[in-house]
């Protein structure tokens, strides 16, 4: 297909697509799934509602078609989907397409880790909140400590894939955690992502007195660290960057609630049972799995993405107050990925 670049209201390319593989995750983080909220009973998608490996590479061929360069491959848990480095191999083959990562909570790298990089995958984002076992395993719901995260990320590094670990910080819970994360990440090379807990989805309880925000982790961090910031590497980055000086490592912030990346947003989601959504705080999505399945072609899938993203004015971010968040309507995390 010819490459086109299509820009939304606000004059935004569509660069990045996350791809969501399955609703399900072997722990129940607060900020994600709280075990309160996703216990034994709760109904998942049925695999019938799971796009198909075949239906996920169509897609991405076609986002690419479009200008999406990078993919990230997300979940629930995505390594709890089957035979993932086939999926990861059919989009790695995918013309245009520059770079392709996955986001996890690493328990399963230790298996998969070797397979995923010889089938294309190019780096992990490695949720990791704390280093305290007992936290850890208040955070995940499941008792579980810190051991088999710390092992995955091993593993992903003897396999040769970049290794990110995405830290949420909420006031109360981790922020204790701060400083020793950024320690050990800084000791072992490992870039860390300061994550500010986000209203997303309706079941984390959000509050905005629960935030620390990007300005408090930095100045905590200057206490103990020299760092100068960094250039963003292209046009959308997400992180703000900074690295420390006196070793060639970078520590970065996701600042969605206290400084808004809004106005350079170039990401769409595609949930696990196929629907489209712009924003990661709205919860209308755009059913593309019946619209396929009822026989479209490639171009009129083509022609309906491009009219969605055409579309898009959403500028949640900043907009967003105490009282606004939770008027809209929402979808969980679990469904579309962080």
Not at 30 to 48: I, S, T, V
Not at 154 to 176: F, T, Y
Not at 306 to 326: L, Q
């Amino acid at each position: 297909m010819e490459k086109t670049i299509i820009k939304d209201k606000l004059n935004r390319p569509l660069h990045d697509l996350r791809i969501s593989v399955i609703d399900r995750c072997n722990f129940r983080c607060q900020y994600c799934m709280p075990a309160d909220q996703f216990g034994p009973d709760f109904e998942f998608l049925p695999k019938g509602a799971l796009l198909t490996y075949e239906e996920i590479e169509r897609l991405a061929k076609i986002f690419v078609s479009l200008g999406v360069e990078k993919i990230r491959l997300t979940g629930g848990e995505p390594l709890l989907r089957r035979d993932m480095p086939i999926l990861v191999k059919k989009l790695s083959a995918i013309e245009g397409l520059l770079d392709i990562g996955l986001t996890t909570n690493g328990v399963l790298l230790p298996k998969f880790a070797k397979d995923l990089k010889e089938a294309g995958l190019k780096r992990v984002n490695v949720s990791l909140d704390t280093l305290n076992d007992e936290l850890f395993g208040k955070i995940n719901g499941r008792g579980v400590g810190t051991g088999p995260v710390l092992e995955g990320i091993e593993a992903a590094k003897q396999a040769g894939l970049g290794v990110k670990i995405n830290m949420v910080v909420k006031k109360g819970l981790n922020d204790s955690e701060i400083i020793p994360m950024a320690e050990y990440c800084k000791d072992n090379s490992l870039e860390l992502r300061y994550i500010e807990f986000m209203d997303v989805g309706s079941t984390n309880g959000w509050k905005m007195d629960d935030v620390i925000t990007k300005k408090q982790i930095y100045y905590l961090l200057k206490e103990q660290f020299e760092l100068e910031p960094v250039d963003p590497a292209y046009y959308g980055e997400v992180a703000k960057l900074y690295r420390y000086k006196d070793k060639d490592v970078n520590v970065g912030f996701i600042t969605s609630v206290s400084e808004s990346f809004c106005s350079s947003c170039t990401r769409s989601r595609l949930s696990a049972n196929g629907q489209i959504f712009t924003c990661l705080f709205n919860g209308n999505g755009h059913d593309i799995r019946n619209f396929m399945r009822n026989g479209a072609t490639n171009e009129e899938i083509r022609e309906h993405v491009s009219a969605i993203w055409n579309g898009r004015d959403d500028r949640y971010s900043d907009e967003r107050t105490a009282e606004t968040h939770k008027d809209r309507k929402k979808i969980e995390m679990s469904y579309i990925g962080g």
